[in-house]
């Protein structure tokens, strides 16, 4: 917990928390107008879904990149300083560090995706949603922006310390970005390859746009069964924690 | 007794090639050692690996009697390093900075406040380190080397990029710290008149080898006077004189070649300028050359290095 701390205080003037605020109220503005858009062109009762599903396709393009960036200050400030050394001569263990590193860029990520089910919470409701409030709703929408942010951490990480030039890093969650983008539109099968792709894939709502493209009717959604993610769940979890334990061990024991 | 610091048969290889090949260091408690030698000699490799940020081909480091590979981070503890260029955050302050360090060895205030002291930065530890002179920067390196005012302080050229005022400051500091701290110091440098200065022992390496280690008086024995003698056919003055068992050598002097002994009484030396003129030969010159510490160490690392 003290190492977390000091990797936060050491983002210091970093400006690392109102870049944050502004990408995510772009990103929030965006997904709100898209889904009030797309609820003015439906009859009936407006629900939580267009929003949810707005947000989830939204994070597929904003997260990996916004992921990448906040990584990317918090790994670049020791190669800029020239620091792995002092850090590795003040008897830290290193892998102590890799991981203080992987959960300062994952309290401020899991802040952002809190943000982000917040703000969908507060929207619903002065859209007149609810009450009462689908938290297993807002749970779901929650865990399925969280888990993927969690393994494009690792992965960022990896890169972020193993090169020193942070533009592959940065490159890197840029094409996570299109990925993520792109996600429904890759082949089936292929998207569960790509971390990036998870947004969409674990997002409790799925958008059918068959009608909406035949002209014939609005977009359709559906909200997924919970039981259904659960393998993405857990392929994404084991993906992150091997991510994880390459990436800590491949920068631990390289020499400075 | 045993050494504070010591190295045995320590080697790393690269590719085909040996960056350290075999160093046996030893440092004593209180010593300030000089480790010497040439750039690309193998000092900051040495000091890297005693410091474990680089693993040993070979051999192996023992700091205050404990194996250093298997008790890293407890000696960690009671070593202060500054390897290479100074460390620091620059989008820190310099007090900042020190806190990062103070944290992560859990030290109390008043080491902040006195290392701040000590390295003349107090005044400005409020400014961003991004804002700081070469020196200041470098200052600022020691202080957070010094921070937990440890048994061993490691300096890998803590005075490079540093003008004559700085290196002069930061010598007197280095001076201080086993008198004031109880500090044990190891400072590498490839500047002779700078260790000359200050260390109380020597470690001379070149091309990844030990050539010597020991105190400076014994490096300093090394210095005695040789005579130097010009006469006017020096191949056949050398001739004369190896026939008459003498061993003189000849040397290359910018005025032109002339036979060198080691040091000669001076009854020995009157006996050879008389065999010499007594066989025709003109003695144009007899002097003494004392050699200097910078001529025993440009003898052992090669002119050729750039050791100033």
Not at chain 1, 42 to 66: D, Y
Not at chain 1, 112 to 141: D, E, M, N, Y
Not at chain 2, 224 to 248: Q, V
Not at chain 2, 278 to 295: F, H, K, M, P
């Amino acid at each position: 917990m003290k190492a977390v701390a000091l990797e936060l205080y050491k983002l210091r003037r970093k400006r690392l928390l109102p870049m944050t605020v502004l990408f995510l109220g772009v990103e929030i503005a965006w997904a709100f107008a898209a889904a009030a858009r797309s609820m003015a062109r439906q009859s009936g009762p407006a629900g939580w879904e267009p929003v949810l599903a707005a947000l989830a396709s939204m994070n597929g393009l904003f997260l990996p990149i916004l992921t990448a960036v906040c990584v990317s200050r918090i790994c670049d400030m020791e190669h800029k300083g020239n620091t792995w050394k002092l850090l590795y001569t003040l008897s830290v263990r290193r892998s102590g560090l890799y991981a203080a590193k992987f959960a300062a860029a994952a309290a401020v990520m899991l802040a952002a995706c809190l943000v982000q089910t917040a703000a969908v919470a507060v929207f619903g409701i002065s859209r007149g949603f609810g009450p009462p409030l689908p938290f297993a709703l807002l749970a779901r929408f929650f865990a399925g922006a969280a888990l993927p942010t969690l393994v494009i951490i690792a992965l960022q990480q990896w890169v972020s310390m193993a090169a020193k030039n942070q533009t592959f890093a940065l490159a890197l969650g840029m094409i996570g970005g299109f990925i993520g983008l792109a996600a429904d539109f890759l082949p089936q099968g292929a998207g569960a390859f790509f971390a990036w792709a998870y947004y969409t894939g674990l997002s409790p709502v799925v958008v059918d746009y068959g009608a909406a493209a035949a002209g014939t009717g609005p977009p359709l959604f559906t909200v997924t069964d919970a039981g259904a993610s659960l393998a993405g769940m857990a392929w994404l979890s084991a993906a992150g924690a091997i991510l994880c334990l390459a990436g800590n061990l491949h920068v631990s024991r390289r020499e400075v | 007794m045993e050494p504070v610091l010591a190295t045995h048969r320590l080697a790393k290889r690269y590719g085909g090639a040996y960056r350290v090949k075999d160093v046996n260091l030893a440092v004593h408690e209180g010593d300030i050692y000089g480790f010497l030698g040439p750039n690309g000699a193998g000092k900051t490799t040495t000091l890297k690996m005693i410091l474990g940020l680089v693993r040993p081909t070979k051999g192996r480091v023992t700091v205050f009697g404990k194996d250093m590979e298997k008790h890293r981070r407890d000696n960690l503890r009671n070593i202060g390093a500054l390897i290479e260029s100074p460390s620091y955050y620059g989008h820190l302050t310099g007090l900042e900075n020190l806190r990062v360090v103070q944290k992560l060895r859990d030290l109390p205030d008043r080491n902040v406040a006195e290392a701040l002291a000590v390295v003349r930065l107090d005044k400005h530890k409020d400014r961003k380190v991004d804002q700081y002179s070469l020196g200041m920067k470098q200052r600022l390196g020691i202080a957070m080397a010094l921070l937990s005012f440890p048994k061993l302080l490691i300096l890998d050229e803590p005075t490079n990029g540093l003008d004559p005022a700085g290196i002069g400051e930061i010598r007197e500091l280095i001076k201080s710290l086993p008198g004031r701290y109880g500090m044990t110091v190891l400072i590498s440098s490839h500047l002779l008149a700078e260790i000359e200065q200050i260390a109380t022992s020597v470690g001379i390496i070149r091309d990844g080898a030990m050539l010597f280690q020991g105190s400076l008086e014994t490096l300093k024995a090394k210095s005695r006077p040789a005579i130097l003698m010009k006469t006017r056919n020096n191949r056949l003055a050398l001739d004369i004189l190896l026939h008459g068992g003498y061993a003189p050598t000849l040397r290359d002097e910018p005025g032109g070649d002339c036979l060198a002994f080691d040091d000669l009484p001076d009854d020995e030396v009157a006996r050879i300028n008389r065999k010499l003129v007594e066989n025709g030969l003109d003695v144009l010159r007899i002097e003494e050359r004392r050699r200097t510490l910078e001529d025993i160490f440009l003898d052992m690392t090669g002119r050729e290095g750039s050791l100033q």
